[in-house]
């Protein structure tokens, strides 16, 4: 895996445990699913008919046959640094390609980091960051990049794991991730909200899952020996529609 000190690339790439995961049927459904839903059910306002949607940080393309169902978009982009996870990706979009629920939707797949997108300025409706932040060192950068492929009034969808979950023993043990940019769900939406993006509490939302609960995932809640008091846990994750400003 590549040092951040010693290499331009400005992200952390995953573990060998961190690649395999992100094809299991708990992230697929679990965690990508279900994020997805929420960030439908956080956006104001119709969207335009048949969006384009850019999948930063894509990965194996996992999320394109739940972006497609969930949005009918006209075209999704996933962009991803890691070529091996980009080999999976497009042999995902072909399997969307092959089934009637997804084949009207044309998804390309391109090599590329988040601070340097590969697209022209204004050309997405939609762009759908999941889980992928926490992983990149230049997150400034990357807001801007993002702000600047959106259109007019086109919608960021954010969904991040926080420094609480991040920084726990247990992903600390199992993934990698640049530690000294993790951030709490108010300091990843003081980023959205100064890098040219607006939001209401409305369009925000703090799940509280049992996986992002890393100290026991839950489990002293669902054997009745602990409840956790509103206003007193450490938000684990952060999921914003927000929408870029003129």
């Not at 009034?153 to 954010?158: A, E, I």
């Not at 839950?218 to 206003?231: D, F, H, N, Q």
């Amino acid at each position: 895996m590549q040092n951040t000190a010693s290499s331009s690339v400005p992200f952390v790439s995953e573990t060998a445990f961190g690649v395999w995961f992100l094809r299991t049927h708990t992230w697929e459904h679990h965690v990508l699913r279900v994020a997805i839903n929420d960030l439908k059910r956080l956006i104001d306002g119709p969207l335009p008919e048949r969006p384009t949607i850019v999948d930063v940080g894509c990965g194996q393309g996992i999320s394109f046959r739940l972006l497609a169902k969930a949005f009918a978009p006209r075209h999704i982009v996933g962009i991803d640094f890691h070529k091996p996870s980009l080999e999976l990706a497009a042999q995902a979009a072909r399997i969307c390609k092959d089934n009637p629920d997804t084949a009207a939707t044309r998804i390309e797949v391109l090599h590329g980091d988040c601070a340097s997108l590969p697209l022209g300025d204004a050309s997405a409706d939609i762009v759908f960051c999941h889980q992928t932040f926490h992983h990149l060192v230049e997150q400034e950068r990357a807001l801007a990049e993002f702000r600047r492929v959106l259109k007019p009034g086109g919608v960021l969808l954010f969904a991040e794991s926080t420094d609480a979950y991040i920084k726990s023993w247990v992903i600390r043990l199992l993934f990698r991730h640049p530690m000294h940019v993790q951030k709490s769900a108010d300091g990843y939406l003081e980023m959205i909200r100064e890098s040219g993006f607006s939001f209401e509490s409305r369009n925000v939302s703090l799940p509280y899952l049992w996986w992002s609960r890393a100290k026991d995932f839950g489990l002293l809640e669902r054997i009745g020996l602990y409840t956790p008091k509103p206003g007193k846990r450490r938000e684990t994750l952060v999921n914003v529609a927000a929408v870029k400003t003129l």
